[in-house]
């Protein structure tokens, strides 16, 4: 049974050493650690060691390609747009977005160095974060990318210029792009000796990835994920709706492809009342046969303000018993 959360925040190797200890101590045996922009440029040697002194501390590692040009997800802030002028990604409506365009040059380039300075570390697995086209919730009708390198791309696959209104062909550009460029990193960390797990946004965001099976079926994939976490409106009902039906998709994937599936429990902005949410995500997906379950993040995100959950220690020490309780019973 695999069980653990992400960590990110803190980049002093030996303050690191005693929070893997802890959660080591709490009965965690993975930490998922985040690799931004920011860790690329000016904490590379720093990530080394904080994925050497957590696995000292008898956990796994996976890293995850975190906030990366706004193309995956995670709250790191990107800089990719502003150092590749015109790479940036344009919805439907002609507007710019601080993303950078996935097919853009400039960032397929950037992410062979990514992949190249994260598997030169101890890691064992490297974690694709939401692969996706830019989108804005609660915009429906909108979509991503109409840049001048997708038109070009488009036009050359179709024959024909990209319409403004999505259809089947956009979809399936859009689907068909990501996959190659999914299928070129895999293989790049699988060629460097590191393991692949791509977790894959719920259908209701528009990510340009609608068909799963494609992405399980990719050779360089080890592991498929999810995270269908649930908003501060949301009840019960929503929570155990979600889960039960991510869960049973991802245990049928993975079976057909022979992969290990993998679950997310939301673990910030949990509200006070609500902190059964987390472990009634992890029962559902224990019951549908998960053994790999990790939650975001740890500690409830108590340091991040933005994130942090109305009671953090409650939160927190509510999915370790939890985690606790699943791992007794696998």
């Known amino acids: 049974m695999k069980t653990g959360f992400s960590y990110f925040g803190v980049r002093r190797p030996e303050h690191v050493r005693?929070?893997?200890a802890e959660m080591a101590s709490e009965g965690a045996n993975r930490v998922l650690h985040t690799w931004s922009e920011d860790d690329?440029?000016?904490?590379?040697?720093t990530m080394g060691e904080i994925v050497?002194?957590?696995r000292s501390e008898g956990l796994e590692v996976y890293v995850n390609s975190w906030g990366v040009g706004r193309v995956f997800g995670g709250e790191a802030l990107s800089e990719l747009v502003a150092k590749n002028p015109g790479s940036n990604q344009v919805l439907s409506?002609?507007?710019?977005?601080p993303a950078i365009c996935p097919n853009h040059p400039a960032f397929q380039d950037y992410m062979d160095g990514w992949?190249?300075?994260?598997?030169a570390t101890d890691v064992e697995t490297v974690f694709w974060d939401e692969p996706h086209f830019y989108f804005r919730k609660g915009r429906g009708g909108e979509w991503a990318c109409r840049c001048a390198v997708c038109r070009s791309l488009f036009r050359e696959w179709t024959g024909h210029d990209m319409p403004a209104v999505a259809d089947g062909e956009v979809s399936k550009f859009r689907q068909d792009r990501l996959l190659g460029l999914l299928g070129r990193w895999s293989?790049?960390?699988?060629?460097?000796g590191k393991r692949n797990c791509i977790c894959l946004l719920p259908d209701h965001f528009d990510a340009g990835l609608p068909d799963w099976a494609s992405v399980a079926a990719l050779p360089g994939v080890d592991e498929l994920a999810c995270d269908p976490y649930w908003e501060e409106s949301h009840g019960e009902d929503h929570v155990r709706g979600e889960y039960a039906l991510y869960a049973s998709r991802l245990v049928e994937l993975c079976s057909r492809h022979r992969l290990e599936p993998q679950m997310w429990m939301k673990l910030y902005r949990i509200k006070?009342?609500?902190?059964?949410?987390?472990?009634?995500a992890a029962e559902l997906s224990f019951q549908a046969g998960i053994r790999n379950l990790m939650a975001w993040s740890w500690r409830s995100s108590e340091w991040l303000s933005w994130l942090r959950s109305d009671d953090p220690a409650k939160a927190?020490?509510?999915?370790?018993?939890?985690?606790?309780?699943?791992?007794?019973?696998a």
């Open 316 to 329: 927190h020490s509510s999915m370790v018993r939890a985690f606790a309780d699943l791992r007794a019973r």
């Open 52 to 54: 050497r002194v957590s």
């Open 272 to 280: 006070a009342g609500t902190e059964h949410f987390a472990p009634l």
């Open 40 to 45: 690329l440029s000016y904490y590379r040697d």
């Open 18 to 20: 005693r929070d893997m």
């Open 187 to 192: 293989h790049r960390v699988r060629k460097a």
């Open 93 to 97: 409506t002609g507007e710019a977005m």
């Open 115 to 119: 992949i190249d300075a994260v598997c």
